[in-house]
Every structure is written in C-alpha cells, then in structure tokens.
C-alpha cells in the first residue's frame, strides 16, 4: 500500500488566493484527519472523518477553512481566502476505524502565504 | 478543556541510555497516543492505548488512568532515536489533544 497520500507537498500562494489541500487515505481505512502544525501551537486536530461524514470540526479555525469528503478515497482542505498566518504543515491521517486507534499520516503539505 | 503538558521539553542522552518521556493530561480519556516526529517532518503513530502497557521492539509506553498520566520508555536508546516525541490525548467525540513535545537528541 502507497500508504496516505497528500498533494500538493508544497505550496506557496500570495494572501488572500485560494487553496485545495488534497489527500487520498489508505485503502480500506474509514476515518480521515486533518491537522495542522505550527512552530507556536504545535499539532492541532481540524478536523475528522467517520465514513466520509464530518464528526467532529470544532478544530477549524474559522469560515475561511472548509473540507470535503465527498467519498471514502478522497478528501480536500480549502482555505478561502488565504492569509500569512495560516502558514503550516498541514497533515492528513487515516485510521481503520475512529479516533479511538493507531492513525497513518501523510507526509505533510506545508503552505506558505505571503 | 482537556490540557497536556510534556516534560522535558528537550533531552538530550548517550547512547545506551534509558530514555523517559512523561505526559500528563488534564480531562479523562478515552485513548492516549504517542507520536514519533522525524528530523524531515514525517510522522508515525507509535502507540495508542487506554489502560496497562504496550510494548514494541525497545518502546514501552505505560497508562495510568487514575493518575492521567503516561510515560514512554526507549531501552538501549540509539542516535536513530532522535526525533521529536509528541504525546495525545482524548477520543471519541471529543478529537485529540496534543503535547508541545520532547525533542530527543540521542549522541553516539
């Protein structure tokens, strides 16, 4: 197995452009993740995935992040419109089944906006 | 609001040494992960557990439910063990909360 797949694994975007962040999870695997990891605050959950249906997205900083998974082989994070501070590594992660076990992740995107 | 503290922030040790890192958390759980982040970035999932002990190769990571504590352990520690070690609780409904981390330099 490829394993989690992420693209892109860089991207560097003017303030205020769009961003689609994609991830493709493990084959099998029925709940997905999105994190994302800064210098100041570490790791953060945004948000996860059972069976395609968003459980829990407290995480999301606020309206200008939104994801989809519109089936259990692919999911996007989009941020519109973009800013500096939302400067990251953003990790994708499956796990066979919930939050409640071992979870495989991506090798990252980090995004920079200038 | 469930918060976890790491200690120490940095380590740094011999090889040979024995290795631990502690986590405390704030709020009961329903699972406690420990994490492995590598020098280039990657990340791998060492352990999820909820209660006792999980062992694998020189990794032993230890629970105490009632003390909202855990501990990772690397016996016979080796330079390739340097990495950022990063601790998580919560579950279910509630997602994840991670440490800051313990970088881990290990010298020859």
């Known amino acids: 197995d490829a394993g989690v797949i992420q693209s892109p694994r860089h991207e560097v975007t003017e303030m205020g452009q769009e961003v689609t962040l994609r991830c493709k999870p493990i084959?099998?695997?029925?709940?997905l993740f999105w994190y994302r990891q800064t210098m100041m605050r570490g790791l953060e959950l945004l948000i996860y995935f059972n069976n395609n249906v968003p459980i829990d997205d407290s995480g999301m900083p606020e309206d200008r992040f939104s994801a989809k998974m519109p089936n259990a082989s692919f999911s996007t994070l989009k941020i519109q419109p973009s800013e500096p501070r939302d400067s990251a590594v953003y990790f994708c992660?499956?796990?066979?089944?919930?939050?409640?076990?071992?979870?495989?992740f991506g090798p990252g995107t980090r995004l920079t906006v200038l | 609001k469930n918060e976890v503290e790491q200690s120490p922030q940095n380590l740094t040790a011999q090889e040979g040494e024995f290795i631990t890192i502690n986590c405390s958390y704030s709020?009961?759980?329903?699972?406690l992960h420990w994490l492995q982040q590598h020098p280039g970035g990657g990340i791998v999932s060492l352990f999820m557990l909820s209660s006792g002990k999980k062992k694998h190769g020189r990794l032993i990571a230890t629970i105490n439910i009632q003390e909202k504590h855990s501990s990772l352990h690397i016996t016979a520690s080796h330079p390739r063990d340097s990495a950022v070690y990063i601790c998580a609780s919560g579950g279910g409904a509630d997602g994840l909360t991670f440490g800051k981390g313990t970088h881990l330099i290990i010298q020859p």
């Open positions: 709020v009961g759980i329903s699972a």
């Open positions: 084959s099998g695997h029925n709940s």
């Open positions: 992660a499956s796990s066979p089944t919930g939050i409640d076990n071992e979870q495989f």
